[in-house]
């Protein structure tokens, strides 16, 4: 039987408990980022470093998030080409026409709700002509359609009335949506997360 005061057993036995229990190894460092990814949050990390209350001039901008997913692909990214129409798309068609050469179309509708400045007909033609994405200030139509092909789509919303034609309105023209300019040769870098514009190519 152990001998000794008390509070000499207690410090004992506390001293036995604390040989026989071993840290836990930490684990907590972050993970680099994955360069293949060109994940926002990455970027964001890396090129917007200044805390977010500090009032500095920034290279990138962040679009606000107002935009939903509706494409096939969540993670698309590209230099932009835009238009810039309300409430009619023959030049989103027109665009979506040519060859995309991996760009992204920034179409700024406005932001109205009353009708869809793209279907799954236009999207068809985006994707099989080498256009990454579309992010477009204001609804598309045909979403259960559109979800299904290899192409990122962000929206506003949905709405199942097609637009009108008779105003085609501007093509290469710098635009302001959710907050951000963009202009003809932007990148565009956008996922899950949110959307991403800088002047210059973005790299981790």
């Known amino acids: 039987m152990p001998s000794g005061s008390p509070s000499d057993l207690l410090l004992q036995a506390c001293q036995s408990l604390s040989l026989s229990v071993r840290p836990a190894t930490s684990n907590s460092a972050t993970p680099p980022p994955d360069v293949m990814r060109s994940a926002t949050a990455d970027l964001c990390d890396k090129f917007l470093p200044d805390p977010v209350d500090i009032v500095t001039e920034r290279k990138v901008s962040i679009l606000q998030p107002i935009f939903r997913d509706y494409g096939g692909h969540k993670r698309f990214k590209g230099q932009a080409a835009t238009v810039k129409c309300f409430e009619n798309n023959p030049l989103v068609r027109e665009a979506l026409g040519e060859d995309g050469k991996g760009r992204v179309l920034i179409v700024d509708g ?95």
């Open 110 to 204: 406005g932001g109205s709700l009353r009708c869809a400045l793209l279907g799954d007909n236009i999207a068809e033609m985006g994707y099989k002509n080498g256009w990454s994405g579309l992010i477009i200030n204001g609804c598309v139509r045909d979403s259960e359609d559109i979800e299904k092909m290899p192409l990122g789509v962000k929206a506003l919303n949905t709405y199942p009335l097609k637009s009108a034609k008779r105003d085609p309105g501007m093509r290469d023209v710098a635009v302001t949506i959710a907050g951000a300019l963009i202009k003809p040769g932007d990148w565009i870098y956008a996922d899950k997360d949110g959307v991403l514009v800088s002047t210059g190519e973005l790299q981790l």
